[in-house]
């Protein structure tokens, strides 16, 4: 008697989906500066447990420049705000807003939302440091126009010290990590009309964990504005100061990029149930077997989450599927699915997914796991059990069988 099923396993909307922090073109004043901050999440079977985002951002600023690898030894980030403008400067030692002067915001925390509109996440965004260049726009001032100690508030990261050009740079890291205001300065600066020819700011993204993100961009923007004493702005300069723009948007892109795959044996398709040991106990001596069963082995690759539902030819009431009598009349047997995925957890129990029965009346479960998963092996299990065996074999010489479609949906 052989006695079979016939599993079709199908796998929608599997996609190479990429998670990063990525950024797009907003839509605000038209008279704003834009910059872009960017990231992504990628993960590299040579680094499996990585699970930070990646900064893809262009430098720009004081860091692209002869201060690169400076700026790279201590994951130091500018971003130039595109503002320009001229700063009035006089000559008093009091770290006062007449100097080079530059105050700094608070943290934020931003929210970022995926391309679909269905999933949002917090990102935290601290600025961490500014830096300015100032430079003499009569070319008649000191050629060393900035104080060499060390500013107010402040630690002094970079600088343009004995360049002797007549003009200033300095980069200002807060001593706070980036939370609060506070404003940092020069002990003095020479008298004299300056040139504003950049302005950054340093930062640090606190990301989310990007396990927990599905695959896709995700976009988000904050605003900041810029100006002198009195103006109330995020960043203050001091006084004296005339900008062409005073508002600066800020627009992040997180991309997600999870990997999904699966890999099946030839000959998965079809699952032939047989009794654990094989049909000897039932053909010598009657003996009926307690189940008729058929593991399918599968490996998995993913690093983010992922939904399973099933969908059956003929389906019972109880959500599981049958299996039919194609040659005799009989009743339908009711055939058990189980999935065993090692290292993924239900994302909503946190439960190990072992064993897990699968049926058409369960929402589909969402796994997730903990790290780049690489080839894991895994299992689906079918089978018939008890009273239902025996009433099968009631019908010896007949075929049951029935599809049963199991669906990876790696876009849960």
Same mark, same amino acid.
């Given at each position: 008697m052989t006695i079979g099923t016939h599993a079709d396993t199908i796998f929608q909307r599997l996609r190479w989906a990429v998670c990063a922090l990525a950024l797009l073109a907003g839509t605000g004043n038209a008279a704003a500066a834009d910059i872009y901050i960017s990231a992504e999440f990628k993960p590299s079977t040579l680094n499996p447990d990585k699970r930070e985002f990646v900064n893809t951002t262009p430098w720009s600023g004081v860091c692209n420049s002869t201060h690169l690898q400076a700026c790279i030894n201590n994951n130091w980030w500018s971003i130039d705000t595109k503002i320009r403008g001229t700063k009035q400067a006089i000559n008093q030692a009091n770290y006062g807003r007449n100097g080079f002067y530059i105050g700094m915001p608070d943290a934020r925390t931003v929210r970022v939302t995926s391309d679909d509109g269905v999933h949002t996440f917090d990102l935290g965004f601290n600025i961490i440091g500014a830096a300015m260049r100032l430079v003499d726009e009569d070319r008649d001032g000191p050629l060393e126009p900035a104080s060499v100690g060390n500013p107010s508030n402040c630690n002094r990261g970079l600088s343009n010290a004995s360049a002797q050009n007549r003009? !200033?740079?300095?980069?200002? $890291?807060?001593?706070?990590?980036? @939370?609060?205001?506070?404003?940092?300065? %020069?002990?003095?600066?020479? !008298?004299?009309?300056?040139?504003? !020819?950049?302005?950054?700011?340093t930062y640090k993204l606190t !990301?989310?964990?990007?396990?927990?993100?599905?695959s896709g961009v995700y976009h988000g923007v904050t605003t900041f504005t810029?100006?002198?004493?009195?103006?109330?702005?995020?960043?203050? $300069?001091?006084?004296?100061?005339? %900008?062409?723009?005073?508002?600066?948007?800020? @627009?992040?892109? %997180?991309?997600? @990029?999870?990997?999904?795959? %699966?890999?099946?044996?030839?000959?998965?398709?079809?699952?032939?149930?047989?009794?654990?040991?094989g049909w000897t106990q039932w053909s010598d001596h009657g003996i009926v077997p307690q189940s008729l069963e058929r593991e399918l082995p599968f490996t998995i690759s993913s690093s983010g989450q992922f939904s399973v539902s099933l969908q059956c030819e003929y389906p019972l009431p109880d959500g599981r599927c049958a299996m039919r009598n194609t040659t005799k009349q009989a009743d339908d047997a009711p055939l058990d699915v189980q999935l065993t995925l090692p290292g993924f957890r239900v994302a909503s129990t946190g439960a190990d997914a072992v064993g897990l029965a699968l049926t058409t009346t369960m929402a589909p479960p969402i796994f997730t796991t903990q790290s780049l998963a690489i080839r894991r092996?895994?299992?689906l299990y079918f089978a018939v059990n008890g009273d239902a065996v025996r009433n099968m074999l009631d019908h010896a010489g007949s075929r049951y069988r029935g599809d049963v479609t199991v669906i990876f949906d790696a876009d849960p």
């Open positions: 003009s !200033t740079m300095r980069m200002f $890291l807060r001593r706070d990590g980036g @939370h609060g205001v506070v404003a940092c300065a %020069l002990h003095w600066q020479a !008298t004299n009309n300056y040139l504003i !020819t950049e302005l950054d700011f !990301t989310p964990e990007p396990l927990g993100m599905p810029v100006g002198g004493t009195g103006e109330g702005t995020d960043f203050d $300069l001091g006084n004296g100061v005339a %900008l062409d723009d005073r508002v600066v948007n800020i @627009h992040f892109e %997180l991309d997600v @990029h999870h990997p999904f795959e %699966l890999e099946l044996p030839p000959g998965s398709e079809r699952a032939v149930l047989a009794p654990k040991g092996p895994s299992q």
